[in-house]
T-cell receptor, first 110, second 117 residues
C-alpha cells in the first residue's frame, strides 16, 4: 500500500506562497494523489488531486515530479484562513481506499 | 442540496451498548465511506461502498457493520461499544473520476463525536 510522508508543521507569512511537500515513493502507476485540509475539528475539505500532470484550480496548484515519488501543494497567496492541517493522500492500490497520514499543520502568520 | 448529513452530532454510550450512526447524501454519489479520527491523528477508513448493495472493509473495520440499501444512505452500526471506539466519525461521499474508477472529490459531513464510557 502506498503511504505518504509530510513534515509535521510549517509556517508561512500571510500573502506569501505556501509550498507543502509530500513524499509518496511507493505510489503505483495508476494511483492518484489527493490533497485535503481540515480546519479545527471540521470535516476535511477537498483541495485538488492529480495523477501525472500538474494541476491547478481556484484554490491551489499541485506539482507532481516526473517519477511521481513526490508532490508539492502550492497555495499561491496564503491567508490567515488557510491555517489548517493539510493531508496528502494516496489510495491503497485499488483506487477505492484512501490512506491518510498525520498531515502538515500549516500556520499562516500575519 | 444539503450535501452530506450526519446524525447525531454528539453521542455518549456505555460499554456494550449498540447504536447506529446515520449518514445521508443527496448528490447521487456512488461512493460513500466512513472514517474515524482520534485526537491528533489523521482519518482512518472503516468501511466503504461503491454503490447500493456493495460494501467493503477499510483499514479498521472490526467492531463496525455497514449496509447500503439505497444510494443515499450509508449507516454505520457499532455492535457492542468499547472505550477504544471513542472518536470523531466522519462520513463522506463522491463520484468516480470518469474513465478511471478512482475516487473523485470527497464531500464530508460535519462529524459525529462519540464517547464510550
Amino acid at each position: 500500500d502506498a503511504k505518504t510522508t509530510q513534515p509535521p508543521s510549517m509556517d508561512c507569512a500571510e500573502g506569501r506562497a505556501a509550498n507543502l511537500p509530500c513524499n509518496h515513493s511507493t505510489i503505483s502507476g495508476n494511483e492518484y494523489v489527493y490533497w485535503y485540509r481540515q480546519i479545527h475539528s471540521q470535516g476535511p475539505q477537498y483541495i485538488i488531486h492529480g495523477l501525472k500532470n500538474n494541476e491547478t484550480n481556484e484554490m491551489a496548484s499541485l506539482i507532481i515530479t516526473e517519477d511521481r515519488k513526490s508532490s508539492t501543494l502550492i497555495l499561491p497567496h496564503a491567508t490567515l484562513r488557510d491555517t489548517a492541517v493539510y493531508y496528502c493522500i494516496v489510495d491503497a492500490g485499488n483506487n477505492r481506499k484512501l490512506i491518510w497520514g498525520l498531515g502538515t499543520s500549516l500556520a499562516v502568520n500575519p | 442540496n444539503a450535501g452530506v448529513t450526519q446524525t447525531p452530532k454528539f453521542q455518549v454510550l456505555k460499554t456494550g451498548q449498540s447504536m447506529t450512526l446515520q449518514c445521508a447524501q443527496d448528490m447521487n454519489h456512488e461512493y460513500m465511506s466512513w472514517y474515524r479520527q482520534d485526537p491528533g491523528m489523521g482519518l482512518r477508513l472503516i468501511h466503504y461502498s461503491v454503490g447500493a448493495g456493495i460494501t467493503d472493509q477499510g483499514e479498521v473495520p472490526n467492531g463496525y457493520n455497514v449496509s447500503r440499501s439505497t444510494t443515499e444512505d450509508f449507516p454505520l452500526r457499532l455492535l457492542s461499544a468499547a472505550p477504544s471506539q471513542t472518536s470523531v466519525y466522519f462520513c463522506a461521499s463522491s463520484l468516480f473520476i470518469v474513465g478511471t474508477g478512482a475516487i473523485n472529490e470527497q464531500f464530508f459531513g460535519p462529524g459525529t463525536r462519540l464517547t464510550v464510557l
